[in-house]
């Protein structure tokens, strides 16, 4: 099974035996529960979904990739193209994740979009620091709360101060996140647009694996 250059980055949402949306995978883990029976796809179109075996999805693909080629990513295999299915349903697990976000760096460039919180602009991850609104000299914690994307020359303007002390306008005051940023930004992107139909009114969380 070869994945072309678009389905490589293709990430499928899993949801429990009750449609709960539990977590994200790979493409190759997708394929792998899907193949061996522990799950089936789910295709939503039309804001109507329609549940698939393996079997049914292979076939599916077949008419797909003649008629509407550009609107899937595909894994290439010996015999035929595969589309890459946007959310699968696992056949017997009925478990939720654990209603938490992961405090990390990556939750946090996602919940502030690469955004400088104090400046406004967009940079990638690599021109970013995180910054204590409150300085950790100050009492400051180390929170969901008080922490921030700031580019270098803003962090450095501030220094260790708080923006007021450092005459600056913080733009958006940090909360934690009811779910996961990252798949927020996902759902942004066209291709996983069905995904909103499983978890515009989820107030659990969905970690990335």
């Known amino acids: 099974m070869i994945a072309r250059a678009s389905a490589i980055t293709s990430s499928v949402l899993v949801l429990n035996r009750s449609y709960r949306p539990i977590r994200v995978v790979n493409v190759r883990r997708a394929f792998s529960l899907l193949f061996r029976e522990l799950a089936e796809v789910i295709h939503v179109e039309a804001g109507r979904y329609t549940s698939y ?13 003649e008629f509407e080629p550009d609107a899937h990513d595909w894994i290439r295999t010996v015999r035929f193209d595969i589309a890459v299915p946007r959310i699968i349903r696992l056949a017997l697990y009925d478990r939720l994740p654990k209603q938490t976000v ?3 760096r990556r939750n946090i460039y996602a919940r502030d979009g690469n ?24 009492g400051g914690a180390s ?9 270098l020359q803003c962090n450095i303007k501030k ?6 002390q450092a005459g600056m306008h913080l733009i958006t005051p940090p909360t934690k ?33």
């Open 143 to 151: 929170a969901w709360e008080n922490i921030v994307c700031a580019c």
């Open 53 to 65: 075996d393996f079997s049914d999805w292979c076939e599916l693909s077949l008419l797909a990739a």
């Open 159 to 164: 220094g260790g101060r708080t923006p007021t």
């Open 115 to 138: 955004h400088c919180q104090y400046c406004g602009k967009r940079f990638p991850t690599s021109e970013l620091s995180l910054d204590h609104v409150v300085p950790r000299s100050q």
């Open 177 to 209: 996140p009811r779910r996961n940023p990252v798949l927020t930004v996902k759902m942004s992107e066209g291709r996983y647009s069905s995904w909103k139909a499983f978890l515009d009114n989820a107030y659990w969380s969905v970690e990335l694996k």
């Open 102 to 104: 992961k405090f990390n």
